[in-house]
C-alpha cells in the first residue's frame, strides 16, 4: 500500500471525527468522549504515513512531531488556565495525534511556511476563519439590539467593542431554552446591575441565576440580557479540518493566489 494512502485514511478519519463532534458542539456545547475515541485508527495511519513516506529525520517526520508538540501546549494551556472546555483540550490532543503532515513537502524551502503548514497550526489557523465569521454574526445581532440590553449603558469607549464581539443581547426565554450556550455577563444585585469582565467570565448554570432574578421580580422572560455566546470552537475545528484537507494553511493558499496574480 502506497504511503499516499496512508495520509489519506488519517485524514479521512480526523474529518469523520471532527465532523460527528462539531454536529455535538454545535447543537449541545458537549462532546461525548467516545466520539474522540475514533481519533485512534487516525493516529494509526498518521503514524504509518509518516514511517513510510519520510521515516525518521525526514521533514514529514519533524512535521508530525511539531504538530504533536503544539497541540499538547495548546490541550495543556487551555486546561491549566480553563481557557476552553474539556472538548477543545480533547481536539488539540486529537489533532496533534492523529492529523497526518501531508502538506509538509509543500514549501519545504521557506521555514515558516513549512512551520505554518504543520498540521495543529494550519488547522487553528483555518478554524480561525469560522471563529471570525462567528464573532461578525453576534456583532451583526448587537448592532440590532445592544441597546435593548441596560448592561450596555455601563459599557463605554474600547470596552464596548469588547462586549459587543464576545457577547450577545438576547431574551431571558432564549437562555432558558438554550442554557447550554451562553453565560450571564452581568450579576443583579437589588436594584444594582454589575458587569462581569467578559475575560474572567465563567460557565455557570445561567437557570438558576435567572430563575432567581425572575422570583425576585427583576427580570421577566421577555427582558433582554447580555451574555456570553459559547462558540463551538469544535465545530470550527472541523471547518478547519476540511480547508486543511483541501488546501493546507488557507492563509498560506491565498498568498500563493495573490502572488501567482501579482
Given at each position: 500500500m502506497g504511503c499516499g494512502l496512508w495520509g489519506l485514511l488519517g485524514l479521512v478519519v480526523v474529518c469523520v471525527v471532527f465532523g460527528v463532534g462539531g454536529v455535538f458542539d454545535f447543537l449541545w456545547r458537549v462532546v461525548p468522549?467516545?466520539?474522540?475515541?475514533?481519533?485512534v485508527p487516525g493516529v494509526v495511519f498518521t503514524v504509518l504515513y509518516v514511517l513510510s513516506c519520510g521515516g525518521l529525520g525526514s521533514l514529514v517526520f519533524f512535521s508530525y512531531v511539531s504538530s504533536l508538540v503544539v497541540g499538547l501546549v495548546f490541550a495543556l494551556l487551555c486546561y491549566l488556565f480553563d481557557l476552553t472546555g474539556g472538548a477543545d483540550v480533547k481536539g488539540f490532543l486529537c489533532l496533534g495525534l492523529a492529523c497526518p503532515p501531508v502538506y509538509s513537502e509543500t514549501l519545504s524551502r521557506n521555514v515558516l511556511f513549512t512551520v505554518l503548514n504543520v498540521p495543529?497550526?494550519?488547522v487553528v489557523c483555518n478554524s480561525a476563519v469560522a471563529v471570525l465569521a462567528y464573532a461578525a454574526y453576534i456583532v451583526l445581532i448587537n448592532v440590532r439590539k445592544?441597546?435593548?440590553?441596560?448592561?450596555?449603558?455601563?459599557?463605554?469607549?474600547?470596552?464596548k467593542i469588547l462586549y459587543m464581539v464576545s457577547t450577545?443581547?438576547?431574551?431571558?426565554r432564549e437562555i432558558l431554552k438554550r442554557p447550554h450556550k451562553y453565560a450571564?455577563?452581568?450579576?443583579?444585585?437589588?436594584?444594582?446591575?454589575i458587569l462581569r469582565p467578559v475575560t474572567r467570565i465563567v460557565y455557570r448554570d445561567p437557570v438558576e441565576e435567572l430563575k432567581k432574578y425572575m422570583e425576585a421580580g427583576v427580570l421577566g422572560e421577555n427582558d433582554h440580557v447580555l451574555a456570553i455566546y459559547y462558540i463551538p470552537y469544535v465545530t470550527c475545528m472541523f471547518i478547519g479540518v476540511l480547508i486543511y484537507a483541501l488546501t493546507g494553511n488557507i492563509f498560506l493558499t491565498m498568498y500563493q493566489l495573490l502572488k501567482s496574480l501579482l
Amino acid at each position: 500500500m502506497g504511503c499516499g494512502l496512508w495520509g489519506l485514511l488519517g485524514l479521512v478519519v480526523v474529518c469523520v471525527v471532527f465532523g460527528v463532534g462539531g454536529v455535538f458542539d454545535f447543537l449541545w456545547r458537549v462532546v461525548p468522549d467516545w466520539v474522540w475515541a475514533g481519533c485512534v485508527p487516525g493516529v494509526v495511519f498518521t503514524v504509518l504515513y509518516v514511517l513510510s513516506c519520510g521515516g525518521l529525520g525526514s521533514l514529514v517526520f519533524f512535521s508530525y512531531v511539531s504538530s504533536l508538540v503544539v497541540g499538547l501546549v495548546f490541550a495543556l494551556l487551555c486546561y491549566l488556565f480553563d481557557l476552553t472546555g474539556g472538548a477543545d483540550v480533547k481536539g488539540f490532543l486529537c489533532l496533534g495525534l492523529a492529523c497526518p503532515p501531508v502538506y509538509s513537502e509543500t514549501l519545504s524551502r521557506n521555514v515558516l511556511f513549512t512551520v505554518l503548514n504543520v498540521p495543529t497550526v494550519a488547522v487553528v489557523c483555518n478554524s480561525a476563519v469560522a471563529v471570525l465569521a462567528y464573532a461578525a454574526y453576534i456583532v451583526l445581532i448587537n448592532v440590532r439590539k445592544f441597546r435593548l440590553c441596560p448592561e450596555s449603558e455601563k459599557i463605554r469607549g474600547l470596552r464596548k467593542i469588547l462586549y459587543m464581539v464576545s457577547t450577545v443581547c438576547v431574551p431571558v426565554r432564549e437562555i432558558l431554552k438554550r442554557p447550554h450556550k451562553y453565560a450571564l455577563a452581568s450579576v443583579r444585585i437589588g436594584d444594582m446591575l454589575i458587569l462581569r469582565p467578559v475575560t474572567r467570565i465563567v460557565y455557570r448554570d445561567p437557570v438558576e441565576e435567572l430563575k432567581k432574578y425572575m422570583e425576585a421580580g427583576v427580570l421577566g422572560e421577555n427582558d433582554h440580557v447580555l451574555a456570553i455566546y459559547y462558540i463551538p470552537y469544535v465545530t470550527c475545528m472541523f471547518i478547519g479540518v476540511l480547508i486543511y484537507a483541501l488546501t493546507g494553511n488557507i492563509f498560506l493558499t491565498m498568498y500563493q493566489l495573490l502572488k501567482s496574480l501579482l
